[in-house]
């Protein structure tokens, strides 16, 4: 079986440019990149059938030698489907951007970026302090009162075990 070294080439770099579009802000950029991978997958599995053969039907007690694989045939016509609702998907959001924003770029969420400055200045948030305690036994409830005997669920530890 001789593989053709140039769709090979074409494939890789269709993957290749389609995943760094996809990584882009813009969702225009990233339409055009889920559309370079569809194709770059389609390509593949079109190199991964093999050369071409006979049509792969046969009728009863036919000759069956030379026939050509139906599955990649299948699943090209599978990824296919999929990049278009993919598509159609990203272009409906990035339509509504537009409309609501002028542009179609994401945005940065206002909570991550809030959670990245603290995360830079190692600043521990009020809920984990509310969870921890200083005490090793502790139940976590963020009591400061509380001391290591105090802990419930050691309690019925204790109260199982002594029965």
């Known amino acids: 079986m001789t593989i053709n070294l140039t769709l090979v080439l074409v494939a890789a770099a269709l993957l290749g440019c389609g995943v760094y579009l996809v990584l882009e802000r813009s969702l ?3 339409l055009i990149g889920i559309v370079m991978i569809g194709n770059g997958v389609s390509l593949c599995f079109m190199v991964a059938g093999g050369p071409a053969g006979r049509a792969p039907i046969v009728s009863k007690g036919g000759d069956t030698t030379g026939l ?3 599955l990649p045939q299948a699943m090209v016509l599978t990824a296919i489907v999929i990049t278009l ?3 159609a998907f990203v272009l409906a959001m990035a339509y509504r951007s537009w409309q ?3 542009h179609d ?5 206002i909570e991550d970026d809030t ?4 995360a830079l200045r190692d600043v ?3 809920a984990y302090e509310a969870t921890t305690s200083d005490y090793p036994g502790d139940d976590s409830s963020g009591d400061h009162g509380q001391g290591p005997d105090d802990d419930p669920l050691a309690a019925d530890a204790e109260e199982m075990r002594s029965t």
């Open 105 to 109: 770029d994401v945005q940065d969420d």
């Open 85 to 87: 609702a993919t598509t």
């Open 28 to 30: 225009s950029r990233v």
């Open 115 to 118: 959670i990245r400055r603290l």
């Open 68 to 70: 050509t694989d139906p």
């Open 100 to 102: 609501l924003n002028g």
């Open 124 to 126: 521990t948030s009020e």
